[in-house]
């Protein structure tokens, strides 16, 4: 019923920056808690940042001051901004969505239903 789409991935050297854009095609209401998770290879994945519809954000301890999420609920599009990139943000990075703010703030890849089909960002040294 949801569809999410993400823009934004590729390389990049340390210490520079990457924007992540993650579009909805199919309604996503307001009151949906969206978020970016990461997965590298032979890992689990992991919540970097979950942003509720009253604009409240949650970040993983090793992205604060780093990164920033943020949302137009006009565009149904979800941003990521990510600054002074280190080598160890390499992972394929996901939009997610769910209904209601309800733990949002957890940041658990088990609570959200709608997933986009991921995209590469790859920091090098």
């Known amino acids: 019923q949801v569809r999410l789409v993400e823009s934004g991935g590729g390389s990049v050297q340390a210490g520079g920056s990457l924007r992540l854009s993650c579009a909805a095609f199919?309604?996503?209401?307001?009151?949906?808690?969206m978020g970016w998770f990461r997965q590298a290879p032979g890992k689990e994945r992991e919540g970097v940042a979950t942003?509720?519809?009253?604009?409240?954000?949650s970040y993983a301890d090793s992205v604060k001051g780093r990164f920033t999420i943020s949302r137009d609920n006009a565009k149904n599009t979800l941003y990521l901004q990510m600054d002074s990139l280190k080598p160890e943000d390499t992972a394929m990075y996901y939009c997610?969505?769910?209904?209601?703010?309800?733990?949002?703030?957890?940041?658990?890849?088990?609570?959200?239903?709608?997933w986009g089909q991921g995209l590469q960002v790859t920091v090098s040294s």
């Open positions: 997610a969505a769910k209904y209601g703010g309800t733990w949002c703030q957890r940041r658990e890849s088990a609570d959200f239903p709608n």
């Open positions: 942003i509720r519809s009253d604009g409240s954000t």
């Open positions: 199919g309604y996503i209401p307001s009151t949906y808690c």
